[in-house]
């Protein structure tokens, strides 16, 4: 089917790209006003939780153009508190996809409450509704869909469920800052959205996360519970509007964003446009030179929806082709490539099959992704260079080991 190529590193070939020159998956890269930018908080004398960040908050609403923001350290905390201000009774169920990060199971157990998997589309490889609909007990009260690698979810098919049924809908979207349905940012869909600015994400603070919500009055119980359960504003205190004293009015959490990291969002902020397209030019390109070998492309956005461009994962058409998944990661770090896997459906991890008896053969369209799902290197930085080396490696060594 295919000619033969030169022979891979792997195979005793000569790298792609020596050792020197790796090609660091998701390496972030800050330009000079943001290091600037930095700078100036760090002497400003205020770095904690301050103005910075209800600025950033403010810039990240107008970017999704609906809802109340609250920032918080990270999307991780932003799932738990999400989960925490909805106050659901203990073993509640919440149902979510598999083929997700660990932290959007994970935020439901916190809150006392029982994840239960539903099976993702063949097509998108985002929660599929009619899987939703048929995990539904007396004991559902919230589903936690995830834009999976930047592609929105069926919006309108999981709020009419979430409507039939009375359930909450908290959206992960730490892959979709920029996704869109229908004219408007994801974000403005459902009761609340959860968004990461890990180092590899769109818009990067190192580490941080903000919840957007569509109920005002959530906002503010969201904000007491991120700094201690102290009284709102209560990172005031300290201001020149005079000391005032706190009050516990709640048993809350440590996940207060501070202005170091937040200046550091408020300047990606104004790039993520830019960042956006060169993604997407990126994207093209892997798709015109990738078209041709073993691999399942990730679906394009649907009709009147926006891809955020997050994460490029094809799959490995393992039938067709002698190498496995994780022999190709292997193969493609030996040719100087790095490499991801978004992800490792979480019903086959040990924590998940120990306490809630999750098995393989119950999710068969998340195993199909999870086994075969690669991610090569989508950062707006890549230069041309880069990516003819991430396609050329790719075609070498799936040419090499074609059946
Ligand atoms: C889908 C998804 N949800 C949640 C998270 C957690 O984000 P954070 O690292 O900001 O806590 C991540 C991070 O990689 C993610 O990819």
């Known amino acids: 089917m295919f000619n033969r190529g030169d022979r891979p590193a792997i195979s005793g070939g000569t790298p792609i790209r020596p050792r020197e020159r790796f090609l660091v998956f998701g390496a972030p890269r800050f330009d000079e006003d ?13 770095v904690g939780t301050g103005p910075r960040t209800a ?10 153009g609906s809802g109340t923001g609250v920032a918080v350290s990270s999307c991780t905390a932003a799932l738990h508190l999400a989960m ?7 073993d509640s169920e919440v149902i979510t996809t598999p083929l997700t990060f660990a932290a959007t199971a994970n935020a439901i157990i916190h809150a006392g409450c029982r994840p239960v ?3 993702i589309n063949r097509s998108d490889w985002n929660l599929d509704p009619e899987a939703v609909e048929a995990a539904i007990t007396e ?12 592609r929105p979810c069926n919006i309108e098919s999981l709020a009419e469920l979430a409507r039939r049924h009375n359930l909450y809908l908290i959206y992960d979207a730490a892959h979709a800052i920029e996704a869109e349905w229908e004219g408007r940012k994801v974000g403005c869909f459902g009761d609340i959205s959860c968004y990461s600015f890990y180092v590899t994400k769109n818009v990067t603070m190192v580490e941080g996360g903000i919840l957007l919500t569509q109920r005002p009055e959530l906002a503010d119980r969201l904000k007491v519970l991120a700094l201690h359960g102290l009284s709102k504003d209560a990172w005031k205190r300290f201001s020149d509007e005079g000391y005032r004293h706190y009050q516990v009015v709640d048993a809350g959490f ?29 994207w093209s390109r892997y798709c015109e030179a990738l078209g041709e070998l073993p691999l399942e492309m990730p679906a394009p956005a649907a009709p009147n929806t926006r891809h955020a461009y997050h994460l490029f994962a094809p799959l490995l058409k393992t039938d067709e082709i002698r190498l496995t998944r994780d022999e190709l990661l292997d193969a493609l770090t030996r040719e100087g ?27 068969p369209n998340a195993e199909h992704v999870s086994d075969r799902t690669f991610s090569l290197p989508l950062s707006p930085f ?8 991430v396609t050329g490696a790719m075609n070498r060594l799936l040419k090499w080991h074609c059946r």
């Open 139 to 150: 004991r559902t009260r919230a589903v936690i869909p995830v834009h999976l690698h930047g």
């Open 55 to 64: 600025e950033f908050e403010r810039a990240f609403e107008r970017y999704i």
């Open 337 to 363: 490539i790095g490499v991801g896997v978004h992800y490792v459906t979480l019903h086959l991890q040990p924590f998940y099959q120990e306490r809630f008896g999750c098995r393989r053969g119950s999710f």
């Open 382 to 389: 890549l230069s041309s260079e880069d990516v003819d080396d």
């Open 254 to 282: 440590k996940y207060n964003l501070t202005d170091l990291h937040a200046v550091l969002g408020i300047k990606q902020l104004e790039k993520v446009e830019k960042h956006w397209k060169r993604r997407q030019e990126i």
């Open 84 to 90: 925490k201000v909805l106050d659901l009774p203990p």
């Open 34 to 46: 943001e290091i600037s930018a930095v700078v100036e908080v760090l002497r400003s004398g205020w």
């Open 117 to 119: 998997f539903a099976d």
